[in-house]
């Protein structure tokens, strides 16, 4: 038996209300049913009433401690209690432990005649009889039409019915009668006009194929409640309603950053990544590393010890995997540690609102720090573009609402700026876009940051390598040739580097030279200072030999003078 | 009342207290009883009020209501029984 006890915001004062304990139900009517009331659940054949009653019975019987009687008066309690052992609830328990009492009423009109006046005594005198046998608090007539088809006489029976609502009212039993719907009538026989204080009806629609459950409270009064078509499903736990429209923009935000697994991508968030509790959509072509981008966040997640949910709508986990193991990145071991949940379905397995339940569902199973849908997009081909953005809101909305971070791809079919994305974009609060570059025969993944709210970013536009360690982002080349990615990018380098090599070697070269000229200049020099030196050294000898010869001259002279003995 | 071995017609009449309706549906459905069948018929008058759950098993809604047991097939009579006719031709005891 799942147990959920929700916690019930009253909206009105004054009114007592009587919580159904039926997920979703008690959020749009603002905390449950009138309490000592009746309450007409109205539809046509199949679409739920009688499960809603009695579950309705039944959570109350189990979390609330108030008892229920059911009076059927189309199905036998046998086959009741068949069919409410398959969503998991034990009847014929409940009625051994006094929470539950049901009483069959069969009204075979053939074997009846009318003989004069009557009235239905007999059935308040079972009523009692049930309520008394259970204390019960909560009865159901399911559906009380059947006494329609079993008397002729309307105006007692409407008379009847007037007064078993009131006598009901007296026992202060909050109550839920079901109706067939009628053609223009919310029932056939027109009970809206006995059970005034609260009107809920059910349906169930369907749309290219796509079956959908919804249900709307018509009337409720002296209360505020939500006025929308809201989505139900019925699975193995019962009902479960969707009022995520009922919920407001109130929620509490987180300053923490989360790392978006890459580390290049961090740092354009001024360093630390996505805030959590925010939403991001990374939208891109198909092969521009969507699945990617998130299957690092989710990587990175894991490995900080937070438990992610990552439904796919494309692949099977198996592939998802694989493919993922390609890049570097081993979401397996997430898995068996029970980090990581994968949720694998078919869009058009069901209708969008059911997916939108079954996600919810998955969420407050598994109470995840991390939601990935891979792709959205998907889910639009099932539903118009207006449904599945608010479904898409709802889900944003629930996701912030619970501090859960969600990451969205969406597949865009050209590189304009994709019509159907902008319609979602508004909700997220990070956008992140890849395109392909196509140039010179080749493609190459980009990325850059469209938006991002409350931080800092970087406008420039990287290039998103697959490596076999994950995603790297390059700095594109920015230059006198434009923005260049790939061997665009890879080429212009090279191109660059040779020419500064170039330059380079120019520069040696240059340097080089000036050293040779120096030294012919320095040798020169040398050659010059040795030249003067020996003319200096010539000229030295020259001057001495002239004072010698000059000196002897004279010598000369006097020794001839001596010689010759010349007077002075 | 008749307790005759040959009791052919078993009938159960359930009515709700003293309601004029079913002090009206016992007066009657007596005067019938001993008109059509005397000696051949076992009526037993039920109060709701006194035995509801036999009122359930018997898959009572309506009160004034006459069951017939026997003979079978059961038949039901809602009213305060003042359609004698339609008694009559219920309890076969008229041609229809």
């Not at chain 1, 059970?195 to 194929?209: F, P």
């Not at chain 1, 994709?418 to 990070?430: K, P, Q, W």
């Not at chain 2, 003979?71 to 009579?77: A, D, V």
Request: proline share 3%; aromatic share 6%.
């Amino acid at each position: 038996m799942p147990k959920q006890n929700k916690t019930n915001k009253s909206v009105m004062i004054g009114l007592t209300k009587c919580p159904t304990g039926i997920q979703g139900l008690d959020e749009i009517t603002g905390g449950g049913l009138p309490q000592g009331r009746p309450t007409l659940v109205c539809g046509s054949a199949g679409c739920g009433k009688t499960v809603l009653a009695m579950e309705f019975l039944l959570r109350g019987a189990l979390q609330y401690n108030e008892p229920g009687v059911f009076i059927c008066f189309e199905e036998t309690p046998e086959d009741l209690t068949k069919n409410f052992a398959a969503l998991g609830f034990d009847l014929n328990d409940l009625i051994s432990r006094k929470l539950l009492d049901i009483d069959y009423i069969r009204i075979e009109r053939s074997e009846m005649s009318e003989t004069g006046e009557f009235n239905l005594e007999g059935l308040f005198v079972r009523l009692e009889l049930a309520i008394n046998t259970v204390k019960a608090k909560r009865v159901v007539l399911d559906t009380i039409e059947g006494l329609f088809a079993g008397f002729s006489n309307e105006a007692i029976l409407r008379a009847e019915l007037r007064r078993l609502f009131s006598w009901l009212k007296e026992k202060g039993v909050t109550a839920i009668i079901t109706g067939e719907q009628g053609e223009k009538t919310l029932t056939r026989y027109g009970l809206e006009e006995y059970v005034a204080d609260c009107v809920i009806t059910l349906a169930h629609v369907s749309t290219e194929q796509i079956a959908t459950r919804r249900l709307r409270i018509v009337k409720y009064r002296g209360s505020l409640h939500g006025t929308n078509d809201y989505p139900f499903l019925i699975d193995e736990q019962g009902i479960s309603i969707l009022p995520i429209t009922s919920m407001g923009l109130d929620h509490a935000v987180s300053d923490e950053k989360i790392s978006t697994g890459i580390p290049r991508l961090d740092t354009m968030f001024t360093g630390n990544g996505y805030y959590r509790g925010s939403s991001i959509l990374v939208s891109g072509t198909s092969g521009s590393g969507k699945t990617s981008i998130l299957s690092e966040f989710i990587n990175a997640a894991c490995k900080r010890g937070e438990r992610c949910l990552f439904f796919i709508f494309e692949e099977s986990p198996a592939q998802v995997i694989r493919n993922m193991r390609s890049i570097g990145i081993d979401l397996e071991p997430w898995i068996k540690k029970g980090l990581l949940r994968f949720h694998a379905a078919r869009p058009s397995l069901y209708g969008l609102e059911m997916h939108l339940v079954t996600i919810h569902k998955q969420i407050k199973e598994f109470k995840p720090d991390v939601v990935a849908i891979d792709p959205i997009s998907n889910l639009m081909n099932i539903g118009t573009l207006k449904e599945t953005k608010s479904m898409i809101t709802r889900l944003a909305d629930f996701l912030k609402a619970s501090i859960i971070t969600g990451i969205f791809t969406n597949l865009t079919q050209s590189d304009s700026l994709e019509e159907t994305a902008v319609g979602i974009s508004s909700l997220m609060d990070t956008w992140l876009l890849l395109r392909d570059l196509e140039v010179n025969g080749e493609r190459n993944r980009s990325l850059y940051i469209l938006k991002s709210r409350g931080m800092k970013h970087s406008n420039q536009v990287r290039e998103l390598l697959l490596t076999d360690k994950g995603i790297e982002l390059q700095d594109v080349y920015v230059g006198a040739a434009g923005v260049l990615t790939g061997s665009a990018r890879l080429s212009q380098e090279a191109v660059e580097k040779a020419e500064a090599l170039i330059g380079k070697q120019g520069f040696e070269f240059m340097q080089r030279e000036l050293e040779r000229k120096r030294k012919i200049l320095e040798a020169q020099i040398t050659a010059m200072r040795t030249e003067f030196e020996s003319e200096e050294d010539n000229l030295k000898r020259a001057v001495a030999e002239e004072k010698l010869s000059e000196k002897v001259t004279v010598q000369d002279r006097a020794d001839m003078g001596k010689l010759r003995k010349a007077d002075k | 009342m008749s307790k005759s071995k040959a009791v052919e017609n078993v009938l159960r009449l359930y009515v709700a207290g003293t309601t004029p309706n079913s002090v009206r549906a016992i007066e009657n459905i007596k005067l019938i009883c001993e008109e059509y069948l005397e000696g051949r018929y076992d009526l037993e008058v039920i109060d709701i009020y006194q035995q509801p759950v036999l009122a359930k098993g018997d898959q009572i809604i309506a009160v004034p209501t006459l069951l017939r047991k026997l003979p079978t097939p059961l038949r039901k009579f809602v009213g305060d029984m003042s359609a004698t006719e339609r008694i009559l031709v219920g309890l076969d005891l008229r041609p229809k």
